[in-house]
């Protein structure tokens, strides 16, 4: 964690000893709420942890049965203060937290999560983006080895959206900051090609 714009730097608490973190996702209002999202992979699970004390302390936000995972993309919506909006990449899957739904394990709170299958020979998800407007187009795309999938109802369900992708195997999607005027997407493919699509 660096306070003063990367010209000092201090090591945080890991969220697991013994475990790779693998991916990192700030709030949007970390100023106000100090939350970061940690995904760790062990031998046996893959956990996503939360701290709101600035990675001082985590506790266990999404926990699944998934060893030897190289990659976990995770991504937090603009509204995650409203709505708790965020979105965990993991296999073929993208989980999402149900809102107003919380479960009671080993005497930790967690939320509910629901998850949905993004698409016909999809292996492997490998980056997320969520729209800057999340909160009124409800749009997230994931970037995937089977190319771009898009959902517009909040990640209920995913569509392909690879018209123009030769060949489609992506390894990172991102939304224009004006996307929701200028609807500009970007995804960059295995071995370096950089796509824009409007």
Not at 44 to 61: E, K, L
Not at 84 to 99: H, I, S, T, Y
Not at 173 to 196: F, M, N
């Amino acid at each position: 964690m660096s306070p003063d714009g990367g010209s000092t730097w201090h090591t945080l608490a890991a969220p697991l000893d013994g475990a790779e973190t693998i991916a990192l996702a700030v709030s949007p209002t970390y100023t106000h709420d100090r939350t970061i999202f940690a995904a760790t992979t062990t031998t046996t699970d893959t956990v996503v942890w939360r701290s709101t004390d600035g990675g001082q302390g985590w506790h266990r936000w999404l926990v699944e049965s998934a060893s030897g995972v190289a990659r976990v993309p995770v991504v937090v919506a603009s509204s995650h203060t409203i709505d708790g909006a965020m979105f965990v990449g993991l296999g073929r899957r993208v989980f999402r937290p149900v809102r107003h739904a919380q479960e009671v394990r080993a005497g930790a709170r967690r939320p509910m999560w629901q998850s949905a299958e993004v698409g016909s020979g999809v292996v492997g998800v490998t980056a997320l983006a969520v729209s800057p407007a999340y909160a009124t187009d409800r749009t997230v795309f994931a970037a995937t080895n089977a190319g771009v999938f898009v959902s517009r109802n909040g990640g209920e369900r995913f569509e392909p959206w690879n018209e123009g992708l030769h060949p489609a195997r992506m390894v990172s999607v991102a939304l224009s900051p004006t996307y929701p005027h200028d609807r500009l997407v970007y995804a960059l493919g295995l071995g370096g090609a950089v796509w824009r699509r409007a």
